[in-house]
């Protein structure tokens, strides 16, 4: 009954190949995006913009990029950290090299160099497949982080060897730096994710994708009906990268403010992979739910036994956080290997007859 | 740029020479390296061949099962019962995994089996913790950590002891796998699980019995590694040095581990003695994965893996 689409016709190939062809669901994106840039800013506290809703976008941008190269073109990476690194350093260098620049273009331009460095990692992946792949690509984590910290002129020779984002505006509000508020950097992310995702959203539709999946499904076939694996794998690795260094570089000037290399270490590698199963592979939709996932699980174990009124020391509820989260990813891969997306996709076709079951 | 070309190219190679005992030390403390990474591997390389789980919580598995260790020892269990119990917990978390994490993902893309393993890693690394504590533990089975000089190279004991037990182990794996009924059982379910399936052969208990295996390899490298460095929360990272060895020598092969591994420590050393300074060191994180990338790019499948045949 909700979610029926029955008597809505497409009458023109426009209307056919609209991103979102049932009414409802347009409602219901253009709502939730119009939600999202009119209630937090007014709504929410401050800990909410900085601990869940700015991580949340930084990690649902880094979660799309992984997406397209692992979901979409079956290319298994865990050098995410090392990308996202690129691009938080290139955007640090730019800014602070050029303090003129517009701070959006040195995102973008940070993105560029990303998705450099990603194509040149991803030239092995036209030889090996599969987990060699994915080892492989280790090799770019730690060679890049090695890089970034033994080499003193990324961090413009500070003694820390930490990178701090400077005050920078747009349209006259400060968006980043020690001085801007939260909202400003939460509309800023938002902003810029929405644009990505739906360029994502295009990009998967059209012939890009399509060829990126006939990679993925069956890379000797895809081959003889004409997709060229060396352009679309490394097209995949560069798009990716892309995505990866814009949300790197909205990691450090968005969210953190400022960071050193551990920032970007193996673990976010594990952790944009695990968004991106938990959400589902090869769903632009999945992205962004598996990023809420594992942003607001470790808050959630964090504050839970505190909200019960169980007292215990800091230690064993670290590991008792590290069990529980393990444990639930366990728990999801079995309920549901296809992740969120498939799930919300099972709600949809439910709403779809109730509250009649036939 | 010629001077840069001299530094990479002639220098190290002169300096090899200059020195061949000096050469030899760098070459024998690579190859004891190695066989501690091969120990890791070989962890890996079962699991693999027999159920396609490429295991990420091995790594954890030898912490936990050095935790294990150190904690019945601490509490005064002699050394053997210490030994068989840890070989019993071990058995037991190989049961535990078939039944609560293995059976239920049966047939699933080896991409959400390998995220399992992460979660598993997560869930282990925890309750680890959890039962034994965090802090560094020292291991004393009573091998001494001195060395001794044969023909003016130096010779760790204990490096020495953990090279024998290696490759006892590896010895006593290639028996098994050749040998005995259930090895032959387990190369059956590494060549196709249904053909296995349909001759009758029990994949569940093949799996436990892997994994069992696995907890074992577990344990003797967690002994080494724990006698050599202490038993910390950073022995779990080890895993991170024992995947370059994997795509090196193979996913499926035993003596891939092996081989794999020594290629790996030796080029390591040497890449960290000879060429380090030259970028600063603390190489030897990436210098591995970029070695094995190398041997890749003219062996997809690793040097012992089997070859890729590829249809439409």
């Known amino acids: 009954m909700i979610y029926r689409e029955a008597g809505q016709f497409k009458s023109s190939y426009a209307g056919d190949q609209a991103i979102f062809p049932v009414v409802q669901d347009r409602v219901f994106v253009t709502a939730a995006v119009a939600a ?173 994708g399509r060829s990126w999946m006939a990679i993925r499904d069956r890379d000797i076939a895809a081959e003889i009906i004409g997709v060229r694996p060396l352009r679309t794998k490394l097209l995949a690795f560069a798009i990716s990268s892309y995505y990866c260094g814009v949300a790197g570089a909205g990691l450090v000037f968005l969210y953190l403010g400022s960071a050193e290399t551990l920032a970007f270490d193996i673990g976010i590698s594990f952790l944009v992979l695990f968004m991106v199963i938990i959400g589902g592979l090869g769903s632009i939709l999945g992205s962004f739910l598996g990023a809420a996932f594992i942003v607001l699980v470790p808050i959630v174990l964090s504050n839970t036994p505190h909200a019960i009124g169980l007292r215990m020391p800091v230690a064993l509820q670290k590991q008792f956080e590290l069990m529980v989260f393990g444990g639930l990813i366990i728990l999801f891969l079995i309920v549901e290997p296809h992740g969120l997306a498939r799930l919300w996709q099972i709600t949809k076709e439910k709403l779809r007859l109730w509250p009649f079951p036939h | 740029m010629l001077d840069a070309l001299h530094a990479v190219l002639v220098a190290p190679f002169r300096d090899m020479a200059g020195s061949p005992a000096f050469l030899v030390e760098v070459l024998i403390g690579g190859l004891f390296a190695g066989l501690m990474y091969s120990l890791v591997a070989l962890g890996f390389v079962l699991i693999f061949k027999a159920s396609g789980v490429f295991n990420f919580a091995q790594g954890v598995m030898v912490l936990f099962a050095a935790l294990t260790l150190v904690g019945l020892l601490e509490r005064g269990a002699p050394v053997l019962l210490a030994l068989g119990l840890t070989t019993a917990v071990m058995v037991a978390l190989a049961f535990a995994i078939e039944r609560l994490v293995l059976r239920p993902l049966v047939n699933q893309e080896h991409i959400i089996l390998f995220m399992a393993t992460i979660g598993l ?192």
């Open chain 2, 121 to 312: 890693n997560f869930f282990l690394e925890g309750f680890g913790e959890m039962l034994w504590g965090a802090n560094v533990k020292k291991l004393d089975i009573g091998i001494p950590d001195r060395s001794f000089i044969v023909r003016g190279v130096q010779i760790n004991e204990l490096e020495l002891t953990a090279a024998v037990t290696a490759a006892v182990l590896v010895a006593v794996l290639a028996l098994f796998f050749q040998r005995t009924r259930i090895g032959r059982a387990l190369r059956a379910v590494a060549d196709d699980h249904e053909a296995a399936l349909s001759l009758g052969i029990p994949l569940k208990t093949i799996w436990v019995v892997v994994w069992s295996v696995a907890g074992v390899v577990a344990i003797v490298a967690g002994l080494m590694w724990g006698a050599k460095s202490g038993v910390q929360f950073s022995l779990s990272l080890i895993a991170l040095k024992a995947l370059p060895v994997l795509i090196l020598g193979g996913f499926e092969s035993v003596p891939g581990a092996i081989v794999g591994g020594l290629i790996i420590g030796i080029g390591e050393k040497l890449g960290e003695v000879y060429w380090g300074p030259l970028v600063g060191g603390a190489i030897e994180n990436w210098f591995a994965y970029v070695l094995a990338l190398a041997f890749l790019l003219v062996r997809p499948q690793g040097l012992f893996g089997e070859r890729i045949i590829e249809r439409v």
């Open chain 1, 36 to 208: 999202a840039v009119v209630v937090p800013p007014l709504l929410a506290s401050e800990y909410w913009l900085q601990a869940v809703l700015i991580p949340f976008l930084v990690y649902a941008l880094a979660a799309l990029g992984l997406n397209l190269l692992t979901g979409y073109a079956g290319q298994l990476s865990l050098g995410t950290g090392g990308f996202m690194a690129v691009g938080a350093y290139s955007a640090f260098k730019l800014a602070t090299a050029f303090p003129r620049l517009n701070i959006i273009v040195v995102f973008l331009l940070a993105g560029v160099a990303a998705a450099a460095v990603g194509i040149l990692f991803g030239l092995p992946s036209l030889r090996i497949k599969g987990f060699y792949l994915a080892v492989a690509t280790l090799a770019a984590q730690f060679f890049l982080i090695w890089l970034f910290n033994k080499v003193a002129w990324f961090t413009n020779y500070a003694s820390s060897g930490t990178i701090t984002a400077p005050d920078r505006t747009l349209f006259g509000a400060l968006i980043t730096g020690p001085n801007s508020t939260p909202s400003a950097r939460y509309l800023t992310a938002l902003g810029l994710v929405a644009v990505f995702a739906l360029a994502a959203k295009n990009l998967v539709r059209g012939r890009i």
